[in-house]
């Protein structure tokens, strides 16, 4: 199993520019979701799903944009990128069932200027 | 709402020290405990986690953690840190049934050879 990958590593993007960062997963986890993680902040859920067609609004959701088509992919989309979403960005996955653990990619880390 | 609360932001040690890291939680049901580390450059892996009966945990790399339901405490301790612990260290939450992880703001944790 390759675990959940994310795709790309780094990215520079121009205050206005659109782009999509990509998170896959191969272990048939119901559950994903992203989050952005900011110095002296912690980690903040941004969007989340519980399944192939259904996606909610975590605690900052503002100025991104999910769908979740598959059950292995779950890309998060700027629409107009914001010096203020520069952050690194980390996807997770788990099972719905049971006491499961949730499983976290190697993350994005983006710089808008 | 939930909430977390780490009460160190930065903790200083040197080898063979003991360790211990505070994590108190804000939640008005039954809970889930993680403790998750991030090592220099890397991901977020799980240390241990708790989900019911014995309130002392036991996770990897020789941590442990107490959850105290009277104190909504989740402490983490290691009775002997090494210089390769030197890491970000992460204390969340989630509700009982709930697949939404709320994280604290993390304790740094940097340890001198």
């Known amino acids: 199993n390759a675990g959940v990958t994310q795709t790309p590593k780094f990215q520079v993007l121009k205050t206005g520019q659109s782009m999509t960062l990509q998170c896959a997963q191969d272990?048939?986890?119901?559950?994903m979701s992203w989050y952005r993680q900011d110095p002296g902040m912690g980690l903040r859920l941004i969007h989340y799903s519980v399944g192939a067609g259904i996606t909610d609004q975590g605690e900052v959701p503002n100025g991104y944009n999910v769908s979740r088509s598959t059950t292995e992919d779950f890309p998060l989309r700027l629409l107009s990128a914001a010096p203020s979403q520069t952050s690194v960005y980390f996807c997770a996955s788990r099972k719905i069932a049971g006491m499961e653990t949730q499983y976290f990619g190697p993350g994005t880390r983006l710089l808008v200027l | 709402a939930q909430s977390v609360s780490q009460h160190n932001h930065h903790v200083i040690l040197s080898e063979a020290a003991s360790l211990e890291l505070g994590c108190n939680y804000s939640y008005g049901g039954t809970v889930n405990l993680f403790w998750y580390v991030q090592y220099p450059g890397q991901h977020l892996q799980l240390l241990l986690k708790?989900?019911?009966?014995?309130?002392l945990v036991k996770g990897i790399k020789g941590f442990e953690a107490e959850f105290i339901k009277s104190k909504f405490s989740f402490n983490l301790r290691k009775p002997s840190v090494q210089w390769s612990d030197t890491a970000e260290y992460f204390c969340a939450v989630s509700g009982a049934g709930s697949y939404q992880l709320t994280f604290g703001k993390g304790t740094k944790l940097s340890v001198i050879p």
């Open positions: 708790y989900f019911s009966g014995d309130p």
């Open positions: 272990m048939n986890h119901e559950y």
